[in-house]
């Protein structure tokens, strides 16, 4: 079983930065997909941005575009969200997510491993 731990949420002002992290544990095989899903209160999980294990695919929901970066470092087992401007309405508990079987999705039906997520608070 595989078991993802996420880091680095916290409580910033707009304008700020967060790098997220996240580990992938137990019997990771070669994880190919991995991303990033956020939820906030009242809305449905929403996918934020995605990478394949060789980075071929790199996608990004148009609200965070220039302004968060996906990155993993296969090595490690470990995939990153650098966040920066950040603004009130990126304010959302953040999940990792990966899939040892799909290359790259941006629909979170297709990952079968979840983190347990991160608060990310954005003051204005």
């Known amino acids: 079983q595989v078991q993802l731990v996420e880091s680095g949420g916290g409580l910033v002002q707009a304008g700020g930065s967060l790098r997220l992290s996240c580990t992938a544990s137990?019997?990771?095989?070669?994880?190919?997909?991995m991303g990033w899903f956020r939820q906030a209160p009242g809305k449905e999980r929403e996918f934020v941005a995605g990478?394949?294990?060789?980075?071929?695919?790199?996608a990004y929901t148009d609200s965070v575009k220039g302004r968060f970066t996906i990155s993993r470092d296969n090595a490690k087992n470990t995939v990153y969200l650098q966040m920066n401007s950040l603004k009130p309405e990126d304010t959302a508990v953040y999940y990792c997510?990966?899939?040892?079987?799909?290359?790259?999705?941006?629909?979170?039906?297709?990952?079968?491993?979840w983190g347990q997520g991160t608060q990310v608070t954005v003051s204005s």
């Open positions: 997510a990966g899939d040892s079987v799909v290359v790259f999705s941006r629909s979170p039906l297709r990952y079968a491993y």
């Open positions: 137990g019997r990771t095989f070669s994880m190919n997909a």
């Open positions: 990478i394949s294990r060789g980075n071929s695919y790199l």
